[in-house]
């Protein structure tokens, strides 16, 4: 069990444990929801399947997101490994029993975070019961928990064993004769992968396109085409995700160029190009993260619109209309900001687990006559170009999905007209920008503090 000591271990279990503790409170607020419809309206088959279906949505979405930052994690974990299991491959083992080791470490991540998670979420649950039934003045039920609420905690360790399956991906490419290096940061081409997995990519993207194409169609004749959209957004942004090792260095490129001249700045923005492998694991998990805010508030205010065009703000107001649908998109932006919040530990993890692995190179730029200050800033620079790449792309992503999912949904609305525009809440946007600044200030922290403690001379030694 000492492997949970190395550097990234850590974050991986609070994945799980944030992804677990949020499936079973979902799951607890469900089954309360389904009581309190009983006791107040007689019925609960009606709110229990809503509430349940939108709960079971936000669980795959938190999941998704932590199956993404668990598989980066153990990508970047393989990297910096990669001479200590070339070694063990000279000395016998097998590069399957290696993967078999690192999956096997992934599953004991997952049974820790996930058992956590487990016993925050029935504390939670249990507080939550309580305090709401004296603010509402309601009994409680006979039993908060169910057996069936730890499902979200064993969906979980199944996705950690299984994204660690398939971040040790590269276990398999190394050989014994890599024990004479380092670990190995693979170049641009290296790490678009191969034909099959870009062949496999660009197959699901196309069929993904597609289907948003036929959910635009099918949403002037019925709301259920909203389903055929989400699949296709969900084809189509797995397709991103496994090509981002070759979408995200353009977009890098671009950002980096608004960087200005200094040495720092240059350095900041061709690091992440000259290391496309691990910049796009940094900055995909963002992405995500900020597809989904932007998509959920871009979507709930189109439909808003739409449903209260022509209508005076007066009588929305005084129907009480127009606070509920800012009630449901304020809920609904919580609950998808939850799966942020894991993007956010993941970028933060794999930057500290960056500057470990580079403590060499980092170590000759201050040999070379870089300052402490400079390499801070160089390193401060980097995360903000990570941050930034990540958050254009991932609002025009948001805006694109947010509208392709409300012109699904309410596109057959006789008021609407043929195609619904886009509404674009500029608050939540204004948030989003700001929520990243302060998460570039963060997630820099840990890892400026580790980069300027390097010895130029141990960096000297071990180069």
């Known amino acids: 069990m000492s492997f949970l000591r190395e550097r990234g271990m850590g974050a991986s279990i609070l994945v799980a444990a944030l992804s677990s503790s949020f499936g079973v409170t979902l799951l607890a607020t469900t089954k309360y929801?389904?009581?309190?419809a009983g006791e107040t309206l007689g019925e609960t088959g009606t709110v229990t399947l809503m509430v349940g279906i939108l709960s079971v949505i936000f669980i795959v979405i938190a999941m998704y997101v932590g199956a993404i930052v668990t598989a980066n994690t153990f990508s970047t974990i393989v990297a910096g490994r990669t001479r200590q299991i070339a070694l063990l491959r000279l000395i016998g083992s097998t590069a399957r029993a290696e993967r078999r080791k690192v999956a096997g470490q992934g599953l004991v991540v997952g049974l820790i975070g996930s058992a956590?998670?487990?016993?925050?979420?029935?504390v939670i649950a249990l507080a939550g019961t309580s305090i709401a039934g004296r603010i509402l003045g309601a009994p409680a039920p006979d039993d908060t928990f169910s057996a069936w609420m730890v499902l979200p905690s064993i969906a979980v360790i199944i996705t950690t064993w299984l994204a660690a399956w398939g971040g040790s991906r590269r276990v398999l490419s190394v050989t014994p004769l890599a024990a004479l290096g380092g670990s190995v940061v693979r170049s641009?081409?290296?790490?678009?992968?191969?034909?099959?997995?870009?062949?496999?990519?660009?197959?699901?993207?196309?069929?993904?396109?597609?289907?948003?194409?036929?959910?635009?169609?099918?949403?002037?004749?019925?709301?259920?085409?909203v389903v055929v959209s989400f699949v296709g957004g969900l084809l189509s942004f797995t397709a991103l995700v496994m090509g981002s090792a070759a979408v995200m260095p353009p977009v890098l490129r671009l950002v980096g160029r608004a960087f200005g001249g200094s040495a720092t700045s240059r350095m900041?923005?061709?690091?992440?190009?000259?290391?496309?492998?691990r910049s796009s694991r940094m900055s995909i998990g963002v992405v995500v993260g900020v597809t989904l805010v932007v998509m959920f508030a871009v979507a709930t205010e189109t439909f808003e619109q739409v449903l209260l065009q022509g209508v005076p703000a007066e009588e929305a107001d005084a129907?009480?209309?127009?606070?509920f649908l800012d009630l449901f998109s304020g809920v609904m932006m919580g609950l998808v900001g939850f799966s942020a919040i894991i993007a956010a530990v993941g970028l933060v993890n794999l930057l500290t687990i960056g500057v470990v692995q580079r403590r060499t190179e980092l170590g000759l730029l201050r040999a070379l006559g870089l300052s402490s200050g400079q390499i801070r800033v160089m390193v401060l620079l980097e995360a903000a170009h990570i941050t930034?790449?990540?958050?254009?792309?991932?609002l025009v992503l948001g805006v694109a999905y947010g509208w392709i999912g409300a012109q699904s949904t309410i596109g057959y609305y006789p008021?609407?007209?043929?195609?619904?525009a886009p509404a674009i809440p500029w608050v939540p946007v204004a948030i989003v920008i700001g929520?990243?600044?302060?998460?570039?200030?963060?997630?820099?922290?840990?890892?400026?503090?580790?980069?300027?403690?390097i010895s130029p001379v141990e960096a000297l030694a071990a180069a």
């Open 33 to 36: 929801l389904g009581f309190l």
């Open 116 to 122: 956590i998670g487990l016993a925050i979420g029935i």
């Open 188 to 225: 641009q081409d290296e790490a678009r992968g191969g034909r099959a997995k870009n062949g496999f990519a660009i197959v699901i993207g196309l069929l993904g396109v597609l289907l948003l194409i036929g959910g635009l169609i099918l949403g002037l004749l019925t709301p259920a085409a």
């Open 268 to 277: 900041a923005a061709e690091n992440a190009l000259r290391y496309p492998e």
């Open 319 to 323: 129907s009480g209309i127009s606070a």
């Open 388 to 394: 930034i790449a990540s958050t254009l792309l991932g």
């Open 415 to 420: 008021d609407g007209g043929l195609l619904v």
């Open 435 to 453: 929520a990243m600044a302060l998460l570039t200030l963060v997630a820099a922290v840990t890892p400026t503090r580790l980069a300027t403690r």
